[in-house]
């Protein structure tokens, strides 16, 4: 897991207070800038997207170079058979199921060998922190992995919070595509209100971030398609139900 040395601690209510006044005043977060790490600027209007309709997207999400030695990482890794077959479900209920899911994964520890996939942690952490003081919320670590998609892949409609436990709050998809047309399928598919509402193209140094608990699905790619996922977690004390 990736956590924050100094986790800051909110109700989760205060995160429905917040959106509920500033959405009665409509009031954009206009002034809201955060510096990233290496100098990136958070885009203005990136909280405002994610309060007001639940996904918030930012392209040319990092610098050409570091996009690129991910990119590199996530291939060598793949190639070096490093990936294993998806699942669904945790613990007890863990399973592989390819009428769901057909996809590859490799798990990023805290202490990845790599020094490229310390780019986009050090930016995810730097997101988590501003979470944190935009919305007030619990938020202290995330964890994440790289996906690749061979032809004929797809993850379909699910949640990424477990029916157990809640305890993932954010959800962030890093696309590693260079080349990425309307025809090689593999879009993100998001719904709410049990309607289409988003259909994003995974084109490279894009980034997604959207509530967990969001239905959405991947549709079939015809090409290979890599990315990395990252879910940002609140402190869970226990399990639902």
Not at 119 to 137: G, K
Not at 139 to 151: G, R
Not at 162 to 175: E, K, L, P
């Amino acid at each position: 897991m990736f956590k924050l040395h100094k986790p800051v601690h909110f109700q989760n209510a205060g995160f429905i207070l917040f959106c509920l006044l500033f959405l009665k005043k409509g009031i954009i977060f206009r002034h809201l800038k955060r510096i990233w790490p290496a100098g990136m600027i958070f885009p203005p209007d990136f909280f405002n997207s994610l309060c007001n309709e639940d996904v918030a997207v930012i392209d040319n999400f990092l610098p050409e170079s570091q996009y690129n030695a991910i990119c590199n990482m996530a291939e060598k890794l793949y190639q070096a058979k490093q990936f294993k077959p998806s699942g669904i479900g945790r613990l007890q209920r863990f399973q592989n199921n390819d009428s769901i899911r057909n996809d590859e994964i490799y798990w990023l520890e805290s202490n990845a060998p790599a020094l490229p996939s310390q780019f986009l942690m050090s930016a995810l952490t730097a997101l988590m922190e501003s979470l944190n003081q935009t919305f007030f919320l619990s938020l202290i670590e995330f964890e994440a992995h790289f996906a690749v998609y061979q032809p004929g892949s797809y993850y379909k409609k699910h949640r990424d919070q477990f029916r157990d436990n809640d305890a993932r709050m954010i959800s962030c998809v890093y696309y590693l595509n260079p080349e990425w047309a309307e025809d090689d399928g593999g879009h993100l598919l998001i719904y709410q209100q049990n309607q289409l509402s988003h259909r994003l193209l995974p084109q490279g140094n894009r980034l997604v971030c959207f509530k967990s608990h969001l239905l959405h699905e991947v549709e079939v790619t015809r090409k290979q398609r890599l990315s990395l996922t990252a879910w940002i977690k609140r402190r869970c004390d226990g399990t639902l139900g």
